[in-house]
Every structure is written in structure tokens, then in C-alpha cells.
T-cell receptor
């Protein structure tokens, strides 16, 4: 499969725990994006990378959230001290030179 | 914040009929993209239309863009039950870098 992959697909965690998600973009794509989607809403932008540089962060990305793309390939999104309001689908997308964005299947996070 | 607003929020039609969804946005854009999302799954890219284009076709899809009215429409012709999904418009704003701003989507149901 040469599409965007995300791991895990589902994560259930207790409030206060830390979680980390991984995204593997399409191999030749230099841009990688993270979005969050809650039920009945469209995705909301969180952050994006061009190669290993994090170029933009949304105000939605509180200091409990951190994203990395250390070698310009895969990326991780970590949420520290999770809260129930963090429950959502976390979507990763990649693109080449900022054109069409191709999305992965998402990681569904449930915070209990 | 959501820039795009889709209309209608929900649409139910019979197989074989055409479906039209509209999207309005607020700021100047580089391009507008339409995505489909099946329940609980990732987003599938359908079509991208640049700000200097007025109409684009892809198979049974026709997209129009009117930058003077800041609006776009997606027409799906000869609909099929498999077209049942949520459809989102997303804009890449001129000042935003390459992040996308999504609307809340139109839920399309095609009845067999």
C-alpha cells in the first residue's frame, strides 16, 4: 500500500495519560499535515511540516500537544496529560509541493 | 475556525438522480478542494480547482468556482448508492501557507 498510513487506528486511554500517534506519508511527499476531526464536523488544522521543519501550528495546538518529523519522513503527534475534550479522530495527510492533500485512515482517540 | 459552509447539511436522493452541493467561503483563496468521507473513515480527495479556474470535470463530478461570490458547487451526476458519504469543501487561503480550512460537510444519502 503506497498511501498514507497511521498507527494505531484506535486508541483508548484514561484521562491524564500520554498518547503518541504515528503517520507515514506517501514516500515522495515533502509536506505532512495533522488535522483533528470531531463528530459531525469537518477536520481542523493542527500543524504541518515541510520536510523536517514545522512551518505552522494552529492555536488549537496547546502546549500539551507536540509534533515531530525528525528525518523528514514519518511524523509523530504526542498528547500529554490527555483530557476528555481530546477525544477525536486525528488525521494525517501528505502532499507534494502543497497541492492535493492525501489523507490517511485516521487514529480515533477515546479518552475515558 | 471553519471557513467553508456547505449547503445543504443533508441531502437524500434516489439512485440515478443528480446531487448538487454548495460551498461558500470568506477569504481569498489559492485553490478549493472537495473531499469525500465514508462514515468513520479517512478523507478521499475528489478534485482541486484553482482560483483562476471556473469549472472542472472528473468522471461524474463537475465542480464550479465563482471567486466573485466566494462560492463553489459540486455536482455528482447519475448518483449511485456507493456515493453515500459526507462531502467536504476545503480552501487553501492565500495567506495560509498550505493548510486547508474545511467546512462542516454535506451528508449525502443515495437510496437504491
Amino acid at each position: 500500500d503506497t498511501g498514507v498510513s497511521q498507527d494505531p487506528r484506535h486508541k483508548i486511554t484514561k484521562r491524564g495519560q500520554n498518547v503518541t500517534f504515528r503517520c507515514d506519508p506517501i514516500s515522495e511527499h515533502n509536506r505532512l499535515y495533522w488535522y483533528r476531526q470531531t463528530l459531525g464536523q469537518g477536520p481542523e488544522f493542527l500543524t504541518y511540516f515541510q520536510n523536517e521543519a514545522q512551518l505552522e501550528k494552529s492555536r488549537l495546538l496547546s502546549d500539551r500537544f507536540s509534533a515531530e518529523r525528525p528525518k523528514g519522513s514519518f511524523s509523530t503527534l504526542e498528547i500529554q496529560r490527555t483530557e476528555q475534550g481530546d477525544s477525536a479522530m486525528y488525521l494525517c495527510a501528505s502532499s507534494l509541493r502543497g497541492l492535493e492533500q492525501y489523507f490517511g485512515p485516521g487514529t480515533r482517540l477515546t479518552v475515558t | 475556525s471553519q471557513q467553508g459552509e456547505e449547503d445543504p447539511q443533508a441531502l437524500s436522493i434516489q439512485e440515478g438522480e443528480n446531487a448538487t452541493m454548495n460551498c461558500s467561503y470568506k477569504t481569498s483563496i489559492n485553490n478549493l478542494q472537495w473531499y469525500r468521507q465514508n462514515s468513520g473513515r479517512g478523507l478521499v480527495h475528489l478534485i482541486l480547482i484553482r482560483s483562476n479556474e471556473r469549472e472542472k470535470h472528473s468522471g461524474r463530478l463537475r465542480v464550479t468556482l465563482d471567486t466573485s461570490k466566494k462560492s463553489s458547487s459540486l455536482l455528482i451526476t447519475a448518483s449511485r448508492a456507493a456515493d453515500t458519504a459526507s462531502y467536504f469543501c476545503a480552501t487553501e487561503e492565500e495567506t495560509s501557507g498550505s493548510r486547508l480550512t474545511f467546512g462542516e460537510g454535506t451528508q449525502l444519502t443515495v437510496n437504491p
